[in-house]
């Protein structure tokens, strides 16, 4: 008979490694190329805090594209606490300033999220007819 506390107890020990994971990837690497998909995976796994210090560390960044993703990962801080408006209005900016692939993909997820549907669709398309 299957055991519904192994599902959850083997849940916790893979996100245990993968926040793990990392953390070592940040400890080894401070280079935008690192921090902003390490921000991206704290959203994932519930740490906003981690990915919040993050941000402020790319915002401050000298590195080519380190500001720009801190203002995505922004727009993903306010969509992970529900605000998709917010989230929306510093998207929207930041693809008219730098029209970053990633800026675009989180302004469609938050669209979704607004609930407006054909604007999602209109970035989504527009990605997939991207070539960089």
């Known amino acids: 008979m299957n055991d519904p506390r192994k599902g959850l107890s083997d849940s916790v020990h893979e996100t245990a490694e993968a926040l793990a994971a990392v953390d070592h990837a940040v400890e080894a690497s401070r280079t935008e190329n690192i921090l902003f998909p390490a921000a991206r995976l704290y959203l994932s796994l519930d740490r906003p805090a981690q990915a919040q210090a993050i941000e402020q560390e790319l915002a401050a960044?000298?590195?080519?594209?380190?500001?720009a993703y801190a203002e995505v990962l922004k727009g993903e801080l306010?969509?992970?606490?529900?605000?998709?408006?917010?989230?929306?209005?510093?998207?929207?900016?930041?693809?008219?300033?730098?029209?970053?692939?990633?800026?675009?993909y989180v302004l469609g997820t938050a669209y979704l999220q607004a609930t407006?549907?054909?604007?999602?669709?209109?970035?989504?398309?527009?990605?997939?007819?991207?070539r960089d």
């Open 61 to 67: 960044s000298t590195e080519p594209h380190g500001p």
């Open 116 to 130: 407006r549907y054909a604007e999602a669709s209109a970035e989504f398309d527009a990605l997939l007819a991207r």
């Open 78 to 104: 306010a969509l992970s606490s529900g605000d998709a408006r917010r989230a929306i209005e510093m998207l929207e900016a930041l693809v008219r300033r730098n029209d970053l692939w990633f800026a675009r």
